[in-house]
């Protein structure tokens, strides 16, 4: 019904157009005739042409309006086609090699659901635009119902004898007005109407794109690709993954940041702009190292100067990621780019901000850097830190970048061998690293236990350690099995959290910064006091003596307890951001987790309404009951610390009282 009403109104509108053209002639002729006579003929006739062509223009408007509903009337009945094949497959044949090929392909075909959202933004501000012009005419057109009256309001200034001479024409001019009124507002009238069906039109189209997304990101985590004898017999071939390779591709590549360095001036912003952050580097460098020697001064050190030694040491690492993001964005949105150079840019941002990442965390473990001279973190480790990131920035990121270029090329397949092969050193180099970080005994870890912790923590650690070692390598094995559309998401979520690991093992290094600076302070204003009292009290100060407390009744809580609390605080605060984040990371991947409704571990009785029912357990029960298990537990540890800080912070409870509600509250978790 949209489509057949989408195409008489088109028909409607082309049988239109020459009328309109008509309109805007007879507007254009009058303001010709009237050229040199009288400013109010002038006017007149100006603000016919200036609406005549509006009307024209509207026109125009509708027809490609008409035109983009009828596209995404299409979209829509494509998408929720394919969404009930896809169903309808899946439930006879379950998963198989080609239906994992075809829903792959599926999703990347799909609506981008940013670009119909900015689509529907800007329609509703061309909406609200015409609305208000819409207002305004019916306004004028209320005032030119007594075309008389009107002539007379705006004569009113002008001689009789000139009111004679003007009349006729002027009221030429507002009949034709009149009429240009009519015309326009039934364009807008017929525009606003469209424009609700084409939002209309756009909701279904988003509906059927979340539910299809939706049902693709249960399934496809668990879709296998086809292998590759059974694509070369689809005619699939390798051609686009080694493009990598062609010379012709890179030189497009060139000839497209030749055009943007010519014609773009944000381009030539961002070279100078880099430019200006390699000439600054140099001293930034310096500027890390130059608060050291009064990091130990109580009176002079401040935690302002680790903010300063954290902007530095990011500011030193900024120009070459920020060099290389601006040329893939360049890449991306010249309009000269091809496929091959949209395809480089692409991976050079994502590339980016992995080299972003390992460059800033070399640079905060250099020697005399913000790690060893204000985190205090062992030498050792640092030593060790710095050669696994130098490892990877000659391993792993030549590999991802490779990796990320012939993804872009080909998204389906993956690059064939030469992204499968780069995929493979990625991975190797990731695990070779978690091998050399994470040990328990030799690890960076190592060093910051105690013999305590590390007998209570012996059971746990070794199998999280063989966990993390295999995880990378797990990846690689499901790319050889043509699962890469799993592989390529699974690292993509592992390494966000590695790095949102690393963001906050940096930011609980700043915190307990702060709170060593503002307890150091505190511990030498106390004994700056104590001395100022006993200096006071030698000199037989009689004021001093008769101020000082004749009886304590109970000590107030003194430094350590108070610094002790803080840190807890500040742990279970990183405690929290850290679960949050992880939640963020890993929500796209939470839904495939559906897939374990099925598998049924038991079954158990439960009465419902009075009738006994069979239930099963499930794989998805147990997992979550696991959760609950765990969130308990962290609940249970951290829960009455905080609370001790609350009422200590609050209230005027006694120590002894603060640790009987801390307890009760425990037992009740």
Same mark, same amino acid.
């Given at each position: ?8 109104? /088109? ?6 157009? /020459? ?139 002008? /001689? ?510």
């Amino acid at each position: 019904l949209l489509a057949l009403e989408s195409s008489e109104t /088109s028909s409607g509108l082309q049988g239109t157009v /020459s009328e309109e053209l008509i309109q805007s002639n007879r507007a254009e002729s009058s303001l010709q005739d009237v050229e040199g006579k009288h400013p109010l003929l002038v006017r007149a006739a100006q603000r016919n042409s200036v609406l005549s062509n509006e009307i024209v223009s509207m026109s125009g408007r509708l027809k490609q309006l008409t035109l983009q509903t009828e596209q995404v009337n299409n979209q829509a009945r494509q998408v929720e086609g394919d969404y009930k094949r896809a169903r309808e497959i899946i439930d006879i044949g379950g998963l198989s090699k080609g239906m994992g090929y075809m829903l792959l392909q599926q999703h990347y075909a799909l609506p981008d659901r940013n670009s119909l959202r900015r689509q529907a933004n800007n329609q509703k501000a061309l909406a609200s635009e015409v609305g208000v012009k819409r207002l305004l005419h019916r306004q004028e057109q209320k005032k030119l119902r007594d075309i008389d009256a009107y002539i007379d309001q705006i004569l009113i200034d002008v /001689s009789e004898q000139q009111q004679v001479l003007l009349y006729d024409e002027l009221k030429e001019l507002l009949k034709m007005r009149v009429e240009l009124l009519g015309r326009a507002l039934e364009y807008q009238n017929l525009y606003l109407t469209n424009i609700a069906k084409l939002e209309a039109a756009q909701q279904i189209l988003l509906d059927d794109i979340d539910d299809y997304t939706g049902y693709l990101s249960v399934h496809l985590l668990w879709a296998r690709s086809a292998s590759r004898g059974e694509l070369e017999e689809l005619g699939v071939l390798p051609e686009k993954a080694w493009r990598i390779l062609s010379p012709d591709g890179w030189f497009e590549v060139l000839k497209v940041l030749g055009y943007q360095v010519k014609h773009s001036p944000v381009f030539v912003f961002l070279v100078v702009m880099i430019t200006g952050l390699l000439w600054y580097r140099k001293r930034a460098i310096e500027t890390i190292s130059s608060y050291n020697g009064m990091l130990c001064d109580p009176k002079k050190d401040h935690f302002i100067f680790t903010v300063k030694a954290l902007l530095s040491t990011l500011v030193s690492v900024l120009p070459i990621p920020l060099a290389i993001a601006a040329t893939g964005w360049q890449l991306k949105d010249s309009p000269e780019s091809t496929i091959f150079s949209v395809a480089v840019g692409s991976a050079l941002l994502l590339f980016a901000i992995q080299f972003f990442y390992i460059r800033a965390m070399h640079m905060i473990c250099m020697s005399g850097g913000l790690a060893a001279a204000h985190f205090r973190w062992p030498k050792q480790s640092l030593v060790l830190l710095r050669r696994e990131f130098k490892r990877l920035s000659w391993i792993y990121l030549p590999a991802a970048l490779v990796s990320f270029v012939t993804f872009y090329l080909d998204q389906l397949n993956a690059g064939w061998e030469v992204g499968q092969s780069a995929f493979l050193i990625m991975v190797g180099s990731l695990s070779f690293a978690f091998y050399k970080l994470l040990h328990p005994v030799r690890g960076v870890f190592a060093g910051r236990r105690n013999k305590t912790q590390a007998k209570k923590g012996w059971r746990l650690q070794w199998p999280l350690y063989v966990l993390l070692v295999v995880f990378p390598l797990a990846l690689g094995l499901l790319s050889l099995m043509d699962y890469l559309y799993t592989a390529g998401n699974l690292l993509s979520l592992m390494l966000q959290t590695c790095w949102l690991l690393v963001a906050l093992i940096v930011l609980t290094g700043l915190a307990h910064r702060w709170l060593l600076v503002m307890r150091r302070r505190l511990v030498y204003e106390e004994a700056k006091q104590a001395a100022e009292q006993a200096a006071g009290q030698e000199d037989g100060t009689d004021a001093l003596r008769e101020n000082l407390p004749k009886e304590v009744d109970e000590p107030e809580v003194d430094l350590v307890t108070l610094s002790d609390t803080s840190l807890k605080l500040l742990n279970t605060s990183i405690l929290v951001v850290g679960v949050f984040g992880l939640w963020m990371i890993w929500d796209e991947v939470l839904p495939a987790l559906r897939i374990f409704e099925n598998v049924s571990l038991w079954h158990h009785t439960l009465t419902v309404d009075g009738v006994e029912q069979r239930l099963p357990i499930t794989l998805i029960n147990v997992g979550a009951a696991m959760i609950y298990g765990a969130a308990t537990f962290v609940l249970a540890k951290q829960l009455p610390s905080v609370l001790e800080i609350i009422l200590l912070q609050g209230t005027g409870m006694t120590s002894s009282s603060r640790y009987t509600v801390t307890t009760l509250v425990s037992y009740v978790i």
